[in-house]
């Protein structure tokens, strides 16, 4: 049996790759390797340096349990502060050295001889790996807008998650297209600088208040003498933000009240206070529940529209000419600058997989599964058909109220998986069909009763529906329970392929001691 590259290979040096390798060496896991396809480290945070890039939740909340940073400029921290973050925990825990850049992973097709994943590089490079942990994040790959004519715009085109500093704004015609999470940053940024600015928008975003002072440095220097602390108010701050973003949705059959009423006092209040025109006002105000789609905060979007030079327009989009952007309504408005603002493709999407195939056991095809069937994964890390893979945000996947505490949960049952294989001398590990039933099952029937399927979501066009009208987004537990089912789910839950060569009686003793 061919010796593989390297034992683990990781898709990704953002967040979730960087997390993933500090988990695997901290189990004395250290033949491995992190395949990053663009130039340095960092993901959503190296992509994106667009105006006003903040994190969405506060900055206590945003960072790893083992690695806390006391000195968070701000309630919500700034983008660069997060990408000098991760740059921190890559040479901290000294995982850097084993990112390889530049090497997006083409393909990956699993070798049932030889029990092993061969990936294909750039240039015709080929590498292996026993085991594979796939961290390309929630959001993948940015989505272009289906718009006719978008290719015959003959002005600069600025996208929020490539965007070109060198491009000036200054005195020119600008128009935005989306209106989610990314937009609601730029729009204020770069409404002032421009002589006129179109918002081209399909689904109004619920906005709320955001409380965002600047982090006094003796309060930092305090949460540096005091770790314990800081650990308290991560905690606390994580299940704040957990039970607004996940409690609130799961429960919504106990608990539909609370973003009922918080709609109302958005409408009624906070609309009222921030836009003085009742007809933008009206337009900017959502006519679905709180939660539909994932709310943001911010003290200057709503506000923006207030402003001489901003319009907001709300007539479909028919096509982009040369000059500018032509709406249903017949009116053609002159631009010199288009930002497209209009998202990603989600992790279960198929044309990420059509584009970097993942191939695996008995024709076994990633992109075509998604396209036609139902997803569905074990606790969110893992797929039949799919041997010694994992993920580290895989159908269901969201766990608690931050990125880290999904990482961490996910990292610390891929590291019992790999363990258990070593300690049985196993090649091929692979979730069995029935554990994975009854996860997905269970997740399934639990989201039925939230609000994405009991509240009145129909006109939100949420990216948390899928095109099979599932929500597989979250995974409809407690973060403490996930990290719970991370450190006790049952390993036979996976079925340990021993190599050709072991003997009958040597399999049955390591089962027998597992």
Known sequence: MTRPDHEVAIIGAGLGGIGAAIALRRAGIDDL??????????????????????????????????????????????????????????????????????????????????????????????????????????????????????????????????????????????????????????????????????????????????????????????????????????????????????????????????????????????????????????????????????????????????????????????RVTATGIRTADGRERAIDVLILATGFRMATDPENYRRNPVRGRDGFDLAEFYANNRVRSYESVSMPGLPNHFMIFGPYGWTGGTWHQLVETASHHIVRVVTEARRRGATAVEVREEATERWTRFARERLGRSLWHTGSCQSAHSYYFDHHGDTPFLRPTSARQAWHAARTFPLDDYRFEAPAGQGAAEAATAKEAA
């Open 33 to 318: 390797v992190i395949l990053e396809r663009a130039g340095d480290i960092g993901g959503t945070w190296r992509d994106n340096t667009y105006p006003g890039l903040t994190v969405d939740i506060p900055a206590q909340a945003y960072q790893f349990s083992y690695e806390l940073k006391p000195d968070w400029s701000h309630v919500y921290a700034r983008g660069a502060e997060v990408k000098a973050y991760v740059d921190q925990c890559a040479d901290r825990y000294d995982v850097r050295r084993l990112v390889r850049l530049r090497s997006e992973v083409l393909s990956r097709t699993w070798d049932e001889a030889e029990q092993l994943w061969r990936l294909e590089l750039p240039g015709g490079e080929g590498l292996s790996a026993r085991f594979v942990i796939s961290a390309v994040g929630a959001f993948v790959n940015p989505r272009s807008p289906e718009i006719e004519g978008l290719d015959d715009f003959g002005g600069d085109v600025l996208r929020s998650s490539a965007w070109d500093r060198s491009i000036a704004l200054d005195g020119r015609r600008a128009a935005v297209v989306g209106t989610g999470a990314s937009a609601l940053q730029i729009i204020p940024r770069v409404a002032p600088k421009l002589a006129r600015l179109d918002v081209h928008q399909r689904t109004p975003i619920w906005v709320g208040p955001k409380f965002d002072p600047p982090i006094p440095r003796a309060a930092q220097s305090l949460l540096r003498r005091l770790p314990r602390m800081q650990q308290w108010i991560r905690a606390a701050t994580t299940r704040g933000v957990e039970a607004g973003l996940v409690g609130l949705v799961v429960n919504h059959d106990e608990l539909g009240w609370v973003t009922r009423g918080a709609g109302w006092l958005a409408r009624n209040v906070w609309y009222r206070l921030q836009v003085r025109d009742p007809d933008v006002r009206r337009r900017l105000t959502p006519d679905y529940e709180v939660g539909c789609k994932r709310p943001s905060v911010s003290n200057t979007y709503l506000r923006t529209f207030n402003r001489p030079n901003v319009e907001l327009v709300t007539a479909p989009i028919e």
